[in-house]
């Protein structure tokens, strides 16, 4: 060490009032040695202070007492305006006070390796023509590079802002306005309180991969000409990116951004990567542009996402996404392919106005909560193919100029397709939507009252008055594809959803309603088959019991008796008296035989009155004739046959000829049970011919 060092050092640390540059400058060129012997005694000296409580400054880091200024000024080392012309080799050092560089000019390399600001750091203005490292450097207080400008490589690897403060006048890291004229490193970089970049400029690459902003971070209004990286950096506050330009590509793949994010009118001019990103705060790309491919693929939005009014001018991927709180997306375009295919939206998304000037996909998207695409514009292929609607969805005024599929799509609830527009009839194929109709119908808004009267609770209903006009307009849209089985479904529920809001059980649209009941529930609008079928051949059943009925008691004198009757089977058996296994055995076959025989004897009537046939048989005969009456294959002997063995002859006093009895009841039966049995056949046919009707 030299006498010069050796003197400058005893000075200052004997108490001079202030090193001034040139002194500085002596000291800074023995070395970090002799640097950091007057470094670590000045800082001695501050700790005294600090335990007899005469240390004292304020956020600016001035000195409130005598005791603090004096040793302020002490500390301080002062570079203001120096030019180093050769290389300047900090590396290393420790700066116990102010570290003043203000317009510092470093010509060659500037050195800050491992550097050690105790105090605030200066670099306001400063030009560093040659590379600048201050790789692993530490800035306890502030360190300040408003407008410093950068001409080479700046490398600001794992360098640590260590002031924790959260006032927007109190930052840890300032580089407002700075230029980084070339490329610039901060990956492993470390921001403990705010660091604040506005309208900086970035003309190389920027690596801020893997670093940690653990309070605000600010870049607003900067001007990335490079390509950025941030990939698995974390932001702990806010994040604002507000009117940033990215000229080339930026990625963000990885990155944790756990407060608020605002990238309102960021223009992204290259690719923008934001893949495999968590947003834990209220998001923001409103006004956005990306004018090359974005990249969303399963990023998970855990708090509200505004897309309003963004520009994407590339293709779009938001596969895969997770948007846990509500989603804007109003007013967005979308020039390219965007595809939003097995995304979640666990709550109400606006697609308001938006368009879609090519491809779109929704295929397989989860929507848990209202999705709303009114007034949307869709120029391309658009589909939402097995996607899930659990709440309400408004396609009103959508329209269409290309393919639109909703094939295997599920709705919770009937959606809204009014004056919506398609020049390609969308595709129903397979679409499912959850029975509006219950007995307990969910009600909201002006809907809220219960349309039905008291007494017709009991007889389910729509909670909603518009469902009705949405199914018409679904019908229509399945007629225009000859989707006839979707067409028959929405009329169905269209006439379902009437009752008791337009269609009354009394008063107005009283017809419809109840016709519609009938029609509902003898053939489910003409779709089942199964149903008249088996209503028929009730009634069949039904009026052979009545022509048995309507036999009377004197028709019975000349009957025989039939070969099943017999007394015991008449009388209901008594309990045994011995209550074993095999005498209650016993008793439960003779209770069978007894229920058994006495059916057949109640549904024979007694036999035939005359003939040889049997009874039921004839009756049976005669109602299945009855309901098939169109066919004309009655003969006379088969007349006389059926009503001689049901009702015997009746003796003409004049001539002497027997002619066969039919009373009065049973041809008013007959009457009736033609007209049954045509509806149910009709209906069969009706049903029977959607069934087998396709494309």
């Given at each position: 060490?030299?006498?010069?060092?050796?003197?400058?050092?005893?000075?200052?640390?004997?108490?001079?009032?202030?090193?001034?540059?040139?002194?500085?400058?002596?000291?800074?060129?023995?070395?970090?040695?002799?640097?950091?012997?007057?470094?670590?005694?000045?800082?001695?000296?501050?700790?005294?202070?600090?335990?007899?409580?005469e240390w004292s400054v304020d956020w600016f880091g001035e000195g409130l007492n005598d005791q603090t200024r004096a040793w302020l000024d002490e500390a301080r080392a002062d570079f203001?305006?120096?030019?180093?012309?050769?290389?300047?080799?900090?590396?290393?050092?420790?700066?116990?006070?102010?570290?003043?560089?203000?317009?510092?000019?470093?010509?060659?390399?500037?050195?800050?390796?491992?550097?050690?600001?105790?105090?605030?750091?200066?670099?306001?203005?400063?030009?560093?023509?040659?590379?600048?490292?201050?790789?692993?450097?530490?800035?306890?207080?502030?360190?300040?590079?408003?407008?410093?400008?950068?001409?080479?490589?700046?490398?600001?690897?794992?360098?640590?802002?260590?002031?924790?403060?959260?006032?927007?006048?109190?930052?840890?890291?300032?580089?407002?306005?700075?230029?980084?004229?070339?490329?610039?490193?901060?990956?492993?970089?470390?921001?403990?309180?705010?660091?604040?970049?506005?309208?900086?400029?970035?003309?190389?690459?920027?690596?801020?991969?893997?670093?940690?902003?653990?309070?605000?971070?600010?870049?607003?209004?900067?001007?990335?000409?490079?390509?950025?990286?941030?990939?698995?950096?974390?932001?702990?506050?806010?994040?604002?990116?507000?009117?940033?330009?990215?000229?080339?590509?930026?990625?963000?793949?990885?990155?944790?951004?756990?407060?608020?994010?605002?990238?309102?009118?960021?223009?992204?001019?290259?690719?923008?990567?934001?893949?495999?990103?968590?947003?834990?705060?209220?998001?923001?790309?409103?006004?956005?542009?990306?004018?090359?491919?974005?990249?969303?693929?399963?990023?998970?939005?855990?708090?509200?996402?505004?897309?309003?009014?963004?520009?994407?001018?590339?293709?779009?991927?938001?596969?895969?996404?997770?948007?846990?709180?509500?989603?804007?997306?109003?007013?967005?375009?979308?020039?390219?392919?965007?595809?939003?295919?097995?995304?979640?939206?666990?709550?109400?998304?606006?697609?308001?106005?938006?368009?879609?000037?090519?491809?779109?996909?929704?295929?397989?998207?989860?929507?848990?909560?209202?999705?709303?695409?009114?007034?949307?514009?869709?120029?391309?292929?658009?589909?939402?193919?097995?996607?899930?609607?659990?709440?309400?969805?408004?396609?009103?005024?959508?329209?269409?100029?290309?393919?639109?599929?909703?094939?295997?799509?599920?709705?919770?609830?009937?959606?809204?397709?009014?004056?919506?527009?398609?020049?390609?009839?969308?595709?129903?194929?397979?679409?499912?939507?959850?029975?509006?109709?219950?007995?307990?119908?969910?009600?909201?808004?002006?809907?809220?009252?219960?349309?039905?009267?008291?007494?017709?609770?009991?007889?389910?209903?729509?909670?909603?008055?518009?469902?009705?006009?949405?199914?018409?307009?679904?019908?229509?849209?399945?007629?225009?594809?000859?989707?006839?089985?979707?067409?028959?479904?929405?009329?169905?529920?269209?006439?379902?959803?009437?009752?008791?809001?337009?269609?009354?059980?009394?008063?107005?649209?009283?017809?419809?309603?109840?016709?519609?009941?009938?029609?509902?529930?003898?053939?489910?609008?003409?779709?089942?088959?199964?149903?008249?079928?088996?209503?028929?051949?009730?009634?069949?059943?039904?009026?052979?019991?009545?022509?048995?009925?309507?036999?009377?008691?004197?028709?019975?004198?000349?009957?025989?008796?039939?070969?099943?009757?017999?007394?015991?089977?008449?009388?209901?058996?008594?309990?045994?008296?011995?209550?074993?296994?095999?005498?209650?055995?016993?008793?439960?076959?003779?209770?069978?035989?007894?229920?058994?025989?006495?059916?057949?004897?109640?549904?024979?009537?007694?036999?035939?009155?005359?003939?040889?046939?049997?009874?039921?048989?004839?009756?049976?005969?005669?109602?299945?004739?009855?309901?098939?009456?169109?066919?004309?294959?009655?003969?006379?002997?088969?007349?006389?046959?059926?009503?001689?063995?049901?009702?015997?002859?009746?003796?003409?006093?004049?001539?002497?000829?027997?002619?066969?009895?039919?009373?009065?009841?049973?041809?008013?039966?007959?009457?009736?049970?033609?007209?049954?049995g045509v509806t149910f056949i009709i209906l069969f046919v009706i049903a029977a011919r959607n069934m087998l009707r396709t494309r």
């Amino acid at each position: 060490m030299s006498l010069r060092a050796l003197f400058s050092i005893k000075k200052v640390a004997g108490g001079a009032k202030r090193m001034n540059q040139d002194e500085t400058r002596a000291l800074w060129e023995c070395g970090a040695e002799a640097w950091n012997v007057w470094a670590l005694q000045m800082l001695e000296r501050k700790q005294a202070l600090e335990s007899a409580g005469e240390w004292s400054v304020d956020w600016f880091g001035e000195g409130l007492n005598d005791q603090t200024r004096a040793w302020l000024d002490e500390a301080r080392a002062d570079f203001e305006e120096v030019e180093f012309a050769a290389d300047a080799d900090f590396s290393g050092f420790v700066f116990p006070g102010h570290a003043i560089f203000v317009k510092a000019h470093f010509i060659g390399m500037g050195n800050f390796i491992e550097a050690n600001f105790s105090n605030m750091a200066y670099f306001t203005g400063a030009r560093f023509d040659g590379e600048a490292k201050f790789a692993k450097a530490k800035f306890h207080e502030l360190g300040n590079f408003d407008e410093t400008a950068f001409a080479s490589a700046a490398e600001f690897d794992q360098v640590e802002f260590l002031r924790k403060t959260t006032g927007p006048l109190v930052p840890a890291a300032r580089f407002q306005k700075a230029e980084f004229l070339s490329r610039v490193e901060f990956r492993n970089a470390t921001f403990a309180g705010i660091a604040e970049f506005q309208r900086s400029q970035f003309a190389g690459n920027a690596r801020f991969d893997e670093s940690e902003f653990k309070v605000d971070a600010v870049f607003e209004a900067v001007a990335f000409e490079g390509t950025p990286g941030f990939l698995k950096t974390r932001f702990d506050g806010a994040a604002n990116f507000k009117t940033v330009r990215f000229r080339k590509d930026c990625r963000f793949s990885e990155a944790e951004f756990r407060g608020a994010v605002n990238f309102e009118a960021a223009i992204f001019a290259g690719h923008a990567t934001f893949r495999c990103i968590k947003f834990d705060g209220g998001t923001t790309f409103q006004d956005a542009s990306f004018r090359q491919e974005a990249r969303f693929k399963d990023t998970k939005f855990t708090d509200t996402a505004i897309f309003r009014s963004a520009e994407f001018a590339g293709p779009a991927d938001f596969s895969e996404c997770v948007f846990a709180k509500s989603v804007d997306f109003q007013r967005s375009a979308f020039d390219e392919d965007v595809t939003f295919e097995r995304s979640e939206f666990k709550d109400t998304v606006v697609f308001t106005s938006a368009r879609y000037r090519n491809q779109a996909s929704f295929a397989e998207a989860r929507f848990t909560d209202s999705a709303n695409f009114l007034l949307a514009g869709f120029e391309g292929r658009t589909s939402f193919r097995d996607a899930q609607f659990a709440q309400t969805a408004d396609f009103s005024g959508l329209q269409s100029r290309a393919a639109f599929v909703l094939s295997g799509a599920r709705f919770s609830r009937v959606p809204d397709f009014h004056d919506a527009n398609f020049a390609d009839p969308p595709s129903l194929d397979s679409m499912q939507i959850r029975d509006p109709v219950s007995f307990r119908p969910a009600r909201t808004g002006r809907d809220a009252a219960d349309p039905r009267p008291i007494l017709f609770r009991l007889i389910r209903a729509c909670g909603k008055n518009a469902y009705a006009a949405r199914y018409r307009r679904l019908g229509k849209l399945a007629a225009a594809t000859q989707d006839f089985e979707r067409e028959r479904e929405f009329f169905a529920q269209e006439l379902r959803c009437r009752r008791f809001w337009y269609d009354h059980p009394i008063g107005a649209g009283m017809s419809r309603f109840w016709f519609g009941v009938l029609y509902s529930v003898t053939s489910n609008f003409g779709r089942s088959v199964i149903r008249p079928l088996v209503l028929w051949m009730i009634t069949v059943l039904s009026f052979s019991l009545i022509y048995l009925g309507l036999r009377r008691a004197e028709y019975f004198t000349q009957a025989p008796a039939v070969s099943w009757q017999s007394e015991v089977a008449l009388v209901f058996p008594q309990w045994p008296d011995s209550a074993g296994f095999m005498e209650v055995l016993e008793w439960t076959g003779s209770v069978a035989t007894w229920f058994f025989f006495s059916i057949l004897n109640l549904f024979s009537g007694g036999g035939c009155i005359s003939g040889e046939s049997g009874a039921t048989g004839e009756a049976l005969f005669l109602s299945f004739k009855n309901s098939l009456f169109f066919l004309g294959w009655e003969s006379p002997d088969a007349s006389r046959r059926v009503y001689s063995c049901l009702y015997g002859f009746d003796s003409m006093a004049e001539s002497g000829e027997s002619l066969v009895r039919v009373p009065l009841g049973v041809s008013v039966a007959a009457t009736l049970e033609n007209m049954i049995g045509v509806t149910f056949i009709i209906l069969f046919v009706i049903a029977a011919r959607n069934m087998l009707r396709t494309r």
